[in-house]
């Protein structure tokens, strides 16, 4: 049995979701309230998580040609102005240096909030010709916001995140580019977090500032709420005219740039909290988890069992798993509901009666199945089983995403859905930026995106009335 | 032959040195100078470097028991200012935040310029008891210093680095992390970086604000100066008497902890660049090289040829090499030149005529020594040239180091060696701040390190003439 001393101090998700997610957060030991308001400290199991995720990120980013850089974390003021849309929608959020090495400075310099602006700056020295393009470049960095009210992963005035900027010599190529970037943002969130998301476009409201196209991936958290996962933006030649990015082409033609950016964040371990967590803690999907399996020894004092688990240990470690053996000196009981609030896939007990049936007994945490396996067959059992929760936790994820999307042809039945059911509403929509703030205003929903797969769920705008262009996904959102 | 447009525009060493490190610099690539006075944006080709000097790092840090984690980037003046000789270090470099989301703040915030405070800070909420001893954290971020004067990669406002903080039940264990720590640095350095160093101990005056003890690894640069590569601090129990982080022993008493820290910035591009380059260009190791291996095809018009170069790139990379072939529509002699600035160890030509033969023409960056190796040996041969290349450079650069390692017994022979024959000058010392102060004063020289390894050159202090207490390796540095 797992020990309640633990699991107690975890809120039920029922009771209250924001309390269940913050006692997870702190109980897993993920991050830490630091003594800078707003800023958070991710903790070495946190952190463990994020380089798991840089390192799928990244791999599939060099796979398609992206090359690494570090641009200055500061930005001058001037330098952030020179796009108009962008400077209005960042310039509220940021904060200030105005003093360095203790003299006041003449231009004030901003702690990037983003780095449009740099690279855009940066381009524009490089790129001279067509052979200097494309350009797809990527910084893994942190960026500051000044957030009003905050919350671990999901909203802190300082985060961790990967921006690609890329220029390109045709609208098609940044195009394809933005849309490149978007499928890879998916598959990791499928493939590797085992969340499954909805892909398309923003609106207009909903765009990134200065940007001419928005795609988004978004999930549905347990509570019913949406989550963005990752943007990428197409900036079409806006951008590159504003720092006069151009090159001279084939056809001896001076030409402007096609430029795109896009990001992902720590907020995806935000997200693999309230997808998959439940009130034991969190629960992470094998192939992000930074230890897969713990073997937990039982009567560890009784000769050969410790030397038995550090055994499994190393041939699961041989086979390619990551693996820790806890022998601290807590309980058995105290010890499992540890590898549970901190989401350990597999938890292997092993004790001196397994020793001797030669066996071990494997307990899935999205499950809490048992399974005996010989020695003999661990490696290989261990694998299969990883594979299986894996997808499990997809499949559970997606059948969660599925019974909390819903559709809607008026107004009563979409604000009743919104109330009560949660999730996503499906509705149609004429285009108008007047009916999206009304909905707003009625309901607290936002549009979540205009998805790629679209369906017709009725002629007319669920708002007005009017005939309709597009389906949205809607949404409340973190 | 190497195509001499791209070569002439290098400044020749023994011209200019800051020039040719400037030119080289630029001409492969490495930085970009910003928009952003002071602060310099790392290219690519810069860049890939740092992603593998992170990951040799990386790696040894983790199989030392290293967990990563983040801290915020800013730092409340309250916090700085806990410790006494830490914030009179630095508090004159810092830059500040004074305003965030069109608010003046309520106090200050610097942009971290190091993170003892936090990181100290940080264990004061963690540790409580023995049994959260050692906490063994590090974190990959950049810090800003506010430089008057800077160059790319060896003094500027912004660095990238690693920082590691540690806290640890004793003293013995923290001396022995602190030393753990250098000696993986002075792994990195010589057995990754070809770069020799002396490893030792910071004088008081040399030593980190707030430490104990410094400890440090010296190279030498191509003009004699030396460069601190690594240090590595052991704060004793200050740190955690100021930030209070005080731990429950077994034996049910409350003690502080012993606190250290170890970093290692990008600067050691800068020494890559002043310890193996030439007239030429970079030259870089091969264990540390993003691309070991150019292949220019020649005549590759041919049919066959091109075809022929991706058929060895994909060959090469099967056996682990990092390799691309240079396809451009430039001349093989603007690309052999290419090859050089840019570093590359090891060049493969190949055209019709070898085709014809069997076999490929390696050319060594370090020496441009060609040799001829049949298309069946060419992996193997590859390997074998590629270690003999990074031993070589190890080599050359260990000789010149000892070349220029000079030993003084007075005053007149040391002025004399500095001015002269440069390098490091090994001479005795009484062990007082005045005699250090002198030789600055006097020579322009600092204290590199007292070495591990002491050896007696004389009797007596080479300033003061009283008796010695210490050979101290002195020089100009970076």
Same mark, same amino acid.
């Given at each position: 049995?797992?020990? %309640?001393?633990?699991?107690?101090?975890?809120?039920?998700?029922?009771?209250?979701?924001?309390?269940?997610?913050?006692?997870?957060?702190?109980?897993?030991?993920?991050?830490?309230?630091?003594?800078?308001?707003?800023?958070?400290?991710?903790?070495?199991?946190?952190?463990?998580?994020?380089?798991?995720?840089?390192?799928?990120?990244?791999?599939?980013?060099?796979?398609?040609?992206?090359?690494?850089?570090?641009?200055?974390?500061?930005?001058?003021?001037?330098?952030?102005?020179?796009?108009?849309?962008?400077?209005?929608?960042?310039?509220?959020?940021?904060?200030?240096?105005?003093?360095?090495?203790?003299?006041?400075?003449?231009?004030?310099?901003?702690?990037?909030?983003?780095?449009?602006?740099?690279?855009?700056?940066?381009?524009?020295?490089?790129? %001279?010709?067509?052979?200097?393009?494309?350009?797809?470049?990527?910084?893994?960095?942190?960026?500051?916001?000044?957030?009003?009210?905050?919350?671990?992963?999901?909203?802190?005035?300082?985060?961790?995140?990967?921006?690609?900027?890329?220029?390109?010599?045709?609208?098609?190529?940044?195009?394809?580019?933005?849309?490149?970037?978007?499928?890879?943002?998916?598959?990791?969130?499928?493939?590797?977090?085992?969340?499954?998301?909805?892909?398309?476009?923003?609106?207009?409201?909903?765009?990134?500032?200065?940007?001419?196209?928005?795609?988004?991936?978004?999930?549905?958290?347990?509570?019913?709420?949406?989550?963005?996962?990752?943007?990428?933006?197409?900036?079409?030649?806006?951008?590159?005219?504003?720092?006069?990015?151009?090159?001279?082409?084939?056809?001896?033609?001076?030409?402007?740039?096609?430029?795109?950016?896009?990001?992902?964040?720590?907020?995806?371990?935000?997200?693999?909290?309230?997808?998959?967590?439940?009130?034991?803690?969190?629960?992470?999907?094998?192939?992000?988890?930074?230890?897969?399996?713990?073997?937990?020894?039982?009567?560890?004092?009784?000769?050969?069992?410790?030397?038995?688990?550090?055994?499994?240990?190393?041939?699961?470690?041989?086979?390619?798993?990551?693996?820790?053996?806890?022998?601290?000196?807590?309980?058995?009981?105290?010890?499992?509901?540890?590898?549970?609030?901190?989401?350990?896939?597999?938890?292997?007990?092993?004790?001196?009666?397994?020793?001797?049936?030669?066996?071990?007994?494997?307990?899935?945490?999205?499950?809490?199945?048992?399974?005996?396996?010989?020695?003999?067959?661990?490696?290989?059992?261990?694998?299969?089983?990883?594979?299986?929760?894996?997808?499990?936790?997809?499949?559970?994820?997606?059948?969660?995403?599925?019974?909390?999307?819903?559709?809607?042809?008026?107004?009563?039945?979409?604000?009743?859905?919104?109330?009560?059911?949660?999730?996503?509403?499906?509705?149609?929509?004429?285009?108008?930026?007047?009916?999206?703030?009304?909905? %707003?205003?009625?309901?607290?929903?936002?549009?979540?995106?205009?998805?790629?797969?679209?369906?017709?769920?009725?002629?007319?705008?669920?708002?007005?009335?009017?005939?309709?262009?597009?389906?949205?996904?809607?949404?409340?959102?973190?």
């Amino acid at each position: 049995m797992a020990d %309640k001393k633990l699991v107690e101090q975890i809120t039920p998700m029922g009771e209250d979701f924001a309390q269940w997610y913050t006692d997870v957060v702190k109980k897993a030991e993920l991050t830490d309230y630091s003594s800078v308001k707003g800023f958070m400290v991710i903790r070495p199991a946190g952190y463990a998580i994020w380089e798991n995720i840089m390192h799928e990120l990244d791999q599939r980013f060099k796979a398609s040609g992206v090359e690494n850089v570090a641009m200055p974390m500061l930005i001058p003021e001037s330098l952030l102005q020179k796009e108009k849309d962008h400077v209005e929608g960042f310039a509220p959020e940021v904060a200030w240096v105005t003093e360095g090495g203790q003299k006041k400075l003449e231009e004030r310099l901003c702690v990037r909030p983003t780095s449009e602006t740099l690279f855009c700056d940066y381009f524009s020295k490089v790129v %001279k010709s067509y052979r200097d393009l494309p350009q797809i470049l990527n910084q893994w960095v942190s960026v500051v916001r000044w957030e009003k009210t905050t919350r671990p992963f999901l909203r802190t005035r300082e985060f961790l995140w990967q921006e690609g900027h890329t220029v390109h010599a045709t609208a098609e190529q940044a195009e394809e580019r933005t849309k490149l970037m978007l499928e890879i943002y998916a598959d990791i969130s499928e493939n590797v977090l085992a969340i499954p998301v909805v892909k398309g476009q923003k609106t207009e409201k909903e765009k990134f500032a200065g940007a001419v196209a928005t795609y988004t991936i978004e999930a549905l958290m347990h509570d019913g709420q949406a989550l963005q996962c990752a943007t990428s933006h197409n900036f079409g030649a806006d951008f590159a005219k504003a720092f006069n990015v151009q090159f001279l082409d084939k056809d001896n033609q001076l030409k402007p740039v096609y430029e795109t950016s896009w990001g992902m964040t720590t907020r995806m371990i935000g997200a693999l909290i309230m997808v998959h967590g439940d009130d034991s803690g969190l629960k992470l999907p094998p192939r992000i988890a930074p230890t897969q399996i713990c073997i937990v020894p039982i009567q560890q004092k009784k000769e050969g069992v410790l030397e038995k688990a550090y055994e499994l240990r190393d041939q699961l470690r041989k086979s390619g798993f990551r693996v820790k053996v806890d022998d601290g000196d807590k309980s058995p009981g105290f010890k499992f509901a540890d590898c549970e609030v901190r989401g350990i896939p597999l938890r292997i007990e092993v004790g001196p009666k397994d020793i001797e049936a030669g066996h071990a007994v494997l307990v899935r945490r999205d499950t809490r199945e048992k399974i005996q396996v010989s020695f003999d067959e661990l490696a290989e059992e261990t694998g299969k089983l990883l594979e299986q929760i894996q997808q499990d936790m997809y499949d559970r994820a997606k059948t969660f995403l599925e019974e909390h999307t819903s559709s809607a042809t008026n107004m009563d039945e979409l604000v009743d859905i919104v109330n009560t059911k949660r999730g996503f509403v499906k509705a149609m929509w004429c285009g108008c930026r007047e009916c999206e703030d009304k909905l %707003k205003e009625m309901s607290g929903i936002t549009s979540r995106c205009i998805p790629f797969e679209q369906e017709s769920i009725s002629d007319t705008c669920v708002v007005c009335g009017k005939p309709a262009t597009k389906m949205v996904y809607w949404g409340r959102a973190y």
